[in-house]
């Protein structure tokens, strides 16, 4: 159990739980108790903001496929191997989801300049705090992270805790349904992104995957980069959307001359390429696309292992890439360029809390196009 999990309360005082839920201050969430178990509707005693930490009552969540890779319990490496969510330090049970918008409800005693009622997206990224990296303001990269929804409760429930205000970004202008998405779709994208800013008006820069994320990469790097936007993907659904969403030009990188249609688009190959779905064959997919000097920047987490020859790294100049989420500075920039009403919304799905089991299960199946979000 999580040391502050509010189900650490519910388990040991079952008279709490039935006084929180008579007196109308029990919260309703859903938890994964088992790695590879399904998400169980589970009621606890709605926490009290202690320090400077502060209650939000969720108003929109995110489904992210990551939430997909925390229910199993590993990230698969590839070749076998893979590494386990409660080796990284993850504890059950677990309320999952790390995108999250709402409103203040009650603060701590020392948690000050915010007000119950104030609208905020809750960065999630959250780090120890403590360590070197935490200080250089790169929590993401943190080895001992509190990230909501993936090592502390997090939004498939009504309310969740933030451990300090500096974490709450205001999103005035943009719905609550869309903003919090910014915290992973947005912010995944648009750090990586960045990572391929630099290129030129006749660059061509390969998206691979349109899911939610690809999509807002897609949205982003026609308003930061001066490059040609190529998109792939396998699902005609998701191309379509792409091509709605003003990709230069689309491909079906299952297709046997998918590798040949990129070159002659690009001109012999293309100067970056971010792959939004991490799978063995979408990364292999990017690095034959590259030119020489390219850069490949993996981004998605579905699984797997990259053989690469290692000659071609140095002969051909190229260079790989990971990139994970981003900084808190990021994510206040990306709401920033929201706001200017330049960043077209990606298609959104809301559905009511109760869905979240089926919602995640639709998912896994690939019946989702953009994001389903929650709406407590």
């Not at 995108?99 to 997206?121: F, L, Q, R, S």
Request: net charge negative.
């Amino acid at each position: 159990m999580q040391p502050g999990n509010p189900a650490c309360l519910a388990t040991q005082s079952p008279f709490m739980l039935r006084q929180a839920l008579d007196e109308g201050m029990a919260m309703k969430s859903y938890q994964i108790k088992q790695w590879g178990g399904p998400l169980e509707h589970v009621d606890l005693p709605t926490p009290t903001p202690k320090g400077r930490e502060v209650l939000l009552r969720i108003t929109a969540a995110g489904i992210c496929h990551s939430d997909l890779h925390i229910q199993d319990g590993f990230f698969d490496l590839g070749q076998g191997e893979r590494i386990d969510f409660a080796k990284l330090g993850a504890q059950l049970p677990l309320t999952l989801g790390h995108e999250i918008a709402g409103v203040v409800e009650a603060v701590g005693p020392d948690a000050h300049g915010v007000n119950k009622g104030d609208a905020y997206i809750a960065f999630p990224w959250i780090g120890c705090r403590h360590c070197a990296i935490c200080e250089h303001e790169r929590e993401q990269w943190c080895n001992t992270p509190k990230f909501l929804g993936a090592r502390v409760n997090g939004g498939y429930s009504d309310h969740v805790i933030v451990p300090d205000p500096v974490y709450l970004v205001p999103h005035e202008g943009i719905p609550a349904d869309l903003a919090c998405t910014y915290a992973c779709a947005g912010l995944t994208a648009y750090s990586a992104i960045e990572k391929a800013k630099d290129l030129r008006d006749n660059d061509v820069l390969l998206l691979v995957g349109a899911g939610g994320v690809g999509l807002s990469g897609l949205h982003l790097a026609k308003e930061m980069t001066r490059a040609q936007i190529l998109v792939a993907d396998v699902d005609p659904a998701k191309r379509q959307l792409a091509e709605a969403a003003g990709a230069f030009a689309v491909i079906d990188n299952s297709q046997d001359d998918a590798l040949s249609q990129v070159m002659d688009i690009s001109n012999g190959g293309v100067r970056a390429a971010i792959d939004f779905v991490g799978a063995e064959a979408s990364s292999r997919f990017g690095l034959a696309s590259l030119r020489k000097g390219g850069t490949l920047i993996v981004v998605g987490l579905y699984g797997g292992a990259l053989p690469v020859a290692l000659p071609l790294l140095p002969g051909r100049s190229l260079t790989i890439q990971g990139s994970y989420v981003g900084t808190l500075d990021q994510m206040k920039a990306l709401v920033s360029l929201g706001q200017t009403g330049k960043i077209p919304p990606i298609p959104l799905d809301p559905r009511p809390l109760d869905d979240a089991p089926r919602s995640l299960q639709d998912l896994r199946d690939g019946k989702v196009s953009g994001r389903v979000v929650l709406l407590p």
